[in-house]
T-cell receptor
Framework: GDSVTQTEGLVTLTEGLPVMLNCTYQ??????LFWYVQHLNEAPKLLLK?????KRPEHQGFHATLHKSSSSFHLQKSSAQLSDSALYYC???????????????FGIGTLLSVKP | DAGVTQTPRHEVAEKGQTIILKCEPV?????LFWYRQTKIQGLELLSYFRSKSLMEDGGAFKDRFKAEMLNSSFSTLKIQPTEPKDSAVYLCASSSRGRPEVFFGKGTRLTVV
């Protein structure tokens, strides 16, 4: 079945250092890939979505590149901020809405902790 | 626009009790999802509705978990009977056909003692 793997449960960084959170996936089709972010006591919110035309999505300084050859969609940012501390989920969904709607399959999540 | 609304935000239940969690999706959305969130398992799908029809009912959760969608603007998740291992955050989410973004509520934190 389809799956998403996030290898780091916790990433601790000093403010100003670059961020990279890993995400790989397994799928029998060519899915959409997403990054969701959840701050403490808040709802998960969409951060980034993969494009169909290989453009690199960017939002709030974060970007991610879909590499179909390695089935990866790693999240990156050049300089971490204290406000980036949150739980980050990588997820996938089928491009064919008729198959499974917008159902998301999530990774286990990576907690990013940014220290001063 | 109102987002996804979940009530209550916190629930404490004794083992063996029946609890009902409530969700109001974003107005006009076709898809509604219930997820369970834990540190160990992450986000696990419990149920998925499309236009009020049950499309998927998570196999591991079938025996004590039942989600219903009474109308397009209201859904419930019943857990009967509750067990301590059910302690988790239960998230409701919705989305619309043609737009792959899924919107989440803030969740209900359930503690079973």
């Amino acid at each position: 079945g389809d799956s998403v793997t996030q290898t780091e449960g916790l990433v601790t960084l000093t403010e100003g250092l670059p961020v990279m959170l890993n995400c790989t996936y397994q799928s029998t089709y060519s899915p959409f890939l997403f990054w969701y972010v959840q701050h403490l006591n808040e709802a998960p919110k969409l951060l980034l979505k993969s494009f169909t035309d290989n453009k690199r999505p960017e939002h709030q300084g974060f970007h991610a590149t879909l590499h179909k050859s390695s089935s990866s969609f790693h999240l990156q940012k050049s300089s971490a901020q204290l406000s980036d501390s949150a739980l980050y989920y990588c997820a996938l969904s089928d491009r064919n809405y008729g198959s499974s709607g917008n159902k998301l399959i999530f990774g286990i999540g990576t907690l990013l902790s940014v220290k001063p | 626009d109102a987002g996804v609304t979940q009530t209550p935000r916190h629930e404490v239940a004794e083992k063996g009790q029946t609890i009902i969690l409530k969700c109001e999706p974003v107005s006009g959305h076709n898809d509604l999802f219930w997820y369970r969130q834990t540190k160990i398992q992450g986000l696990e799908l419990l149920s998925y509705f499309r236009s009020k029809s049950l499309m998927e009912d998570g196999g591991a959760f079938k025996d004590r978990f039942k989600a219903e969608m009474l109308n397009s603007s209201f859904s419930t998740l019943k857990i009967q009977p509750t067990e301590p291992k059910d302690s988790a955050v239960y998230l409701c989410a919705s989305s619309s056909r043609g737009r792959p973004e899924v919107f989440f509520g803030k969740g209900t934190r359930l503690t079973v003692v």
